[in-house]
């Protein structure tokens, strides 16, 4: 494994096969999300547990559950968990053009009146999660809005920042950094490799 | 995709992704608020030469929900009764900042013609008895839903075959997502070039349904008699055409429970198609027209709402 100046790569999980570029493996991931779900749970306590979790697709969505069953196990408690579509609402859709459609489920008992947890894997730019806010709006009116992610990789382009930060990676704005869940790519992993940022990765 | 002209133009990678994202619309159709931001600031005009109902309004509904701006143009009342040319009408309307043309015209290839006049999206809402690709793609999402994949599902289309653009578009897109199709139509209906078509074709109903003659049958598409042929000579009789062509309740029952029964309106009922089959749980009819919504916003959003015409390079 090639090693980045601004990040050491970070120690596998016994068993884990690790990846090229990664940062986070399987072990460092669980630990994360249990911390998050240990953070929500402080937080929304407060407010009778009033939250739902909503999912940005693709990688928010199964982040969401599983803190969702993080929060249940902790605190005995089940919240609601459903998955906010952003596409339609993105600014970039004529520079980079169209792009598949995510599934919008509205998670049991609506969101109106509650805290919404928006969930998404890496916060960058913040242009997910204005168009996630704008999102919001044709769903209902939340009685707060809240972000969480796995990793912040800093370079706002908006005035926005996450209630819940799995992991504060510095980068450079030519690195490309992916998050792995099992849900969709069979491994848990972080990773960040040096060139032009990856097609799946530019809009995070 | 720049212009959607034709079913063909859609390769089935396209045909799956327009149907895909017409799923994610549909949900929408359902919700309290149905506006989308993603066409804000584009301007649509539904340019028709032909009447029509429902593809327009329907048109209209999808351009409207997508935030674009929406204008209908209709051939009455327009400069065209006044003796101006197709090619001027046309670029007059485009040369008002139009970003698509949808575009019906009662002759077969006005709509091809068009798209290469101008520099704006264009989209065939039906053009003479050439192609209706949206029909197709709101008849193969019909039958998505109610089937799954498509691959080698049987898909039989009965009716006015040769004045009809629904089944060649029908033929084109449902060949592409892998199913077979096979044409029913008495002889004088079959169009004479439908050898070079991609579908089996008979003139035996009965035995096609029963599966007798070219296999199980998954879907039946119905198509509608136009009054204006009735007295072209086709045929002797509406009821000679009804005993021969028409889903009779007892052809029905030559159908499995789940084969879904589609008509794409508007339906003549006792004549292509009796009430026991155009209401019993097999029609997928009303179907149809809900998924006609969802398929144009997804070939409206798929066609507009990335960097412009012209910047494009056509696919």
């Known amino acids: 494994m090639t090693g980045h100046a601004r990040v050491p790569a970070a120690k596998d999980g016994p068993n884990g096969d690790s990846v090229a570029g990664e940062v986070l493996g399987t072990a460092d991931v669980a630990r994360i999300v249990d911390r998050i779900a240990h953070q929500i749970i ?98 209902g009116r939340p009685r707060a809005v809240q972000a969480a992610v796995l990793v912040d990789r800093g370079h706002r382009e908006l005035p926005i920042r996450a209630d819940y930060v799995g992991k504060n990676l510095p980068t450079s704005t030519d690195q490309a950094v992916r998050v792995l869940l099992a849900e969709i790519d069979g491994t848990d992993a972080v990773t960040i490799r040096d060139g032009r940022p990856e097609a799946a990765e530019v809009h995070a | 995709m720049r212009h ?91 040369a008002m900042g139009v970003d698509a043309l949808v575009v019906r015209h009662h002759q077969s290839g006005a709509v091809q013609r068009i798209a290469e006049w101008v520099d704006c999206h264009v989209v065939n809402a039906g053009d003479g008895t050439h192609e209706h690709p949206t029909q197709a793609l709101l008849d193969a999402y019909t039958l998505r839903s109610r089937l799954g994949a498509l691959d080698d599902r049987h898909v039989v289309i009965v009716g006015d075959i040769t004045h009809s653009r629904v ?65 072209g000579g086709y045929f002797a009789t509406t009821r000679e ?25 508007p339906m003549n009922r006792g004549l292509e198609i009796s009430t026991a089959a155009a209401d019993g749980p097999r029609s997928a009819v009303l179907d149809q027209v809900q998924a006609g919504v969802a398929v144009r916003m997804a070939v409206l959003f798929r066609l507009l709402a990335g960097p412009d015409a012209t910047a494009e390079v056509p696919a």
């Not at chain 1, 909503?54 to 459903?82: C, E, K, M, Q, Y």
């Not at chain 2, 359902?30 to 649509?44: E, F, I, Y």
């Not at chain 2, 209906?189 to 349904?209: E, I, K, N, Q, R």
């Not at chain 2, 021969?244 to 159908?255: F, T």
Request: glycine share 8%.
């Open chain 2, 241 to 265: 055409y009804a005993t021969g062509y028409g889903l009779s309740p007892a052809r029905l029952d030559l159908l499995g429970e789940s084969v879904p029964v589609l008509h794409p309106g």
């Open chain 2, 4 to 94: 959607l002209l034709s079913a063909a133009d859609l390769d089935r990678d396209e045909a799956l992704a327009v149907l895909d994202t017409a799923a994610r619309m549909h949900d929408i159709q359902h919700r309290q608020s149905k506006k989308l931001p993603p066409l804000r600031g584009r301007t649509v005009v539904n340019l028709f030469f032909e009447d029509s109902t429902r593809t327009r309004s329907s048109f209209e509904i999808a351009g409207k929900w997508l935030s674009a701006d929406v204008v209908n143009v209709s051939a009455k009342g327009s400069s065209v009764s006044k003796g101006e040319s197709l090619r001027d009408t046309v670029l007059t309307v485009a």
């Open chain 1, 42 to 139: 402080e937080n929304v306590a407060k407010t009778g547990f009033d939250a739902v979790l909503l999912g940005i697709p693709t990688r928010g969505v199964p982040l969401a559950h599983r803190l969702a069953d993080r929060i249940a196990s902790f605190a005995g408690v089940s919240v609601p968990v459903g998955s906010l579509d952003i596409t339609l609402y993105r600014d970039d859709l004529r520079l980079r053009g169209v792009r598949p459609l995510g599934q919008t489920l509205e998670p049991d008992g609506g969101i109106d009146g509650k805290t919404v947890i928006l969930v998404d894997d890496v916060l960058y730019s913040g242009r997910s999660i204005r168009a996630a806010l704008d999102a919001l709006n044709e769903l």
């Open chain 2, 167 to 231: 089944a060649r578009s029908n033929v084109l897109l449902l060949t592409t997502l892998g199913a077979r199709v096979t044409l029913v139509a008495p002889p004088t209906l079959m169009p004479s070039g439908v050898a070079g078509w991609d579908c089996a074709t008979s003139w035996d109903l009965d035995a096609v349904l029963s599966g007798k003659a070219h296999g199980d049958v998954d879907a039946v598409m119905m198509l509608r008699v136009q009054s204006e042929r009735m007295s």
